[in-house]
């Protein structure tokens, strides 16, 4: 158990709506990552988060947009969902987001869009 | 445009003998190096790094090699063990820049019993 928790597991919804997937990092950590696992791909790096300020963009799409809160957890809100973004979606946290840093891994939630 | 590549999507291992997995870069600004494994239904968890002053890392049974001029690194595990089946990413980041990591596809280990 990393420590990072993400809800919910399993996320079904159709073309064209809306959804929001929840992190909490790790007791004392004060960045969050948020990565894309498509099939058979590597994790593609989205956003990363410091103390609630954006820190890092990787190839997030305009449709998606995230936050991290005062309480340090995070939220990534997809929007027009197309079939395309059907994915794995982890988060991750670390201690300050700085460049020695682990990144320490939630489970993920597994997005279908039908 | 995969800047960080694992050619071979699946390896299969005896117990007990060496597993090496391969991992390819094109970016020659990236100065760390990780592994991690990943179970199903379970995040990646760090395995083991390296940073690019250095051209190995040992851990145990675990041992990254950094080959800069080929832009490439392995990872050796041995012996290795039928726990040890799962699925392997390789990653990179450039510490001037974001701390993001770049991941390979992952190679899918099955150590035989």
């Known amino acids: 158990d990393s420590g990072v928790t993400q809800t919910p597991k399993h996320l079904i919804t159709a073309t064209g709506q809306r959804v929001t997937l929840r992190c909490s990092p790790r007791s004392g950590d004060l960045s969050v990552y948020w990565y894309q696992q498509s099939l058979d791909q590597g994790l593609q790096f989205l956003i990363h988060?410091?103390?609630?300020?954006?820190?890092a963009k990787g190839n997030i799409l305009e449709r998606f947009s995230a936050q991290q809160f005062p309480d340090l957890h995070s939220e990534l809100n997809l929007s027009s969902l197309e079939l395309g973004d059907s994915a794995l979606y982890f988060c991750?946290?670390?201690?300050?987001?700085?460049?020695?840093?682990?990144?320490?891994f939630g489970p993920g939630t597994r997005l279908t869009v039908l | 445009d995969q800047q960080v590549k694992q050619n071979s999507p699946s390896l299969s291992v005896q117990e007990g003998r060496i597993s090496i997995l391969n991992c390819d870069y094109t970016?020659?600004?990236?100065?760390?190096f990780l592994w991690y494994k990943k179970y199903p239904a379970e995040g990646p968890t760090f395995l083991i790094s390296?940073?690019?002053?250095?051209d190995k890392n040992e851990d145990g049974r675990f041992t990254v090699f950094l080959n800069k001029s080929a832009k490439h690194l392995s990872l050796h595990i041995v012996p290795s063990q039928p726990g040890d089946s799962a699925v392997y990413f390789c990653a990179a980041s450039a510490r001037t820049g974001a701390n993001n990591l770049f991941f390979g596809t992952g190679t899918r280990l099955t150590v035989i019993p």
């Open positions: 991750a946290s670390s201690l300050s987001g700085g460049a020695w840093d682990e990144q320490f």
């Open positions: 390296i940073s690019s002053i250095k």
């Open positions: 988060y410091y103390n609630g300020e954006e820190r």
């Open positions: 970016n020659s600004m990236f100065d760390y």
